[in-house]
């Protein structure tokens, strides 16, 4: 799912993102929130007339972005107050509120509120954390007030893998439409994902979706479908993409570089977007040195289609029976410090 964070993939227009393959969009609570208000989304008619994307869409809850402002938010039990970055503001956000937005904006998909503290959290700190992400999980589902929108719960617990089997048990038994894990992609080394996954996966229900939350490299996607998630979000491709880079059959490229100047065959000859099937490295090289938005724009366009490629691919070979076979080298355990040379573009995981 290309992260939409302000009801916009950034660079693209919807049929733009359309064509890349992608099936599904991103929008952030939190920051709509802020701006233009889910007053104003709702009178547009939702999020998807809003922003004019006809495909599903599912929203977060806005509770990862709060918890990032750690010197800015104080937590109780009731939710969280934080001061807003935009204006100074104190703003008061708890379950009901979360969903009360997420119902206005209109997304096919939204989140329960959750807490997310950083990955370093101790064993104690991290098992009352994931005891109150559950209690609000329950208020979630009381204030929902919308049966056209599926609300997924989230499973916590940090790198703590007895707390993260717990809350997938306890999420699993209240036969939610949809599961969700979170809490990674904060910083912590991808072996230590790669173990959450495969040690929570299993519990979930299945012929439920699985989201595995702010994860969208090709080696983590892999793994994770192959422990049985269903879903990913990242927003990878296109900051990448305004960096100047674009992903290549799993590789970064940056385009800056000297040997591209003259260069003037596709990106990538096998890839069916409509990058590699009109531009040549040589002239987005020259887009990315003169600094011309469109640089940005057909990087995107190819980065996203690349992730979905991928996926595609997998999904095929998962039909024939050979995903095994055709994805080992993605599918080998990942090594300490390795994730594509992509770990630093996570960022806080929001599209900004």
Sequence with gaps: MPVGTLANVKTLTPDQLRLTGA???????????????EEIVAKAGGVHR???????MLTDSGGFQVFSL????????????FRSPKDGQMIHLSPERSIQIQNALGADVIMAFDECPPYTASWEIMKASTERTYRWLERCIAAHQRTDQALFGIVQGGIYLDLRREAARSLAALNLPGYAIGGVSVGEPPELIEKIVKATTPLLPWGKPRYLMGVGTYREMAQAIAAGMDLFDCVIPTRLARHGSALVQGARWNLKNAKFREDFTPL????PCYTCQNFTRA????LLRSREILAYTLLSIHNITELVQF?????????????????AEWLKPSEAGEVEGVKEWRGEGVEG
């Design 268 to 271: 990538d000859a096998e890839c």
């Design 311 to 327: 996926v595609n691919r997998i999904r095929t070979a998962i039909q024939a029976g050979t995903f095994a076979n055709e994805f």
């Design 23 to 37: 099936q599904m969009v991103l929008a952030n609570t939190y920051h709509l929130h802020l701006q233009p208000g």
């Design 70 to 81: 750690s010197e800015m938010r104080t937590i109780a039990e009731a939710g969280v107050t």
């Design 283 to 286: 002239y987005l090289s020259h």
């Design 50 to 56: 809003f922003m004019g994307w006809q495909g599903p």
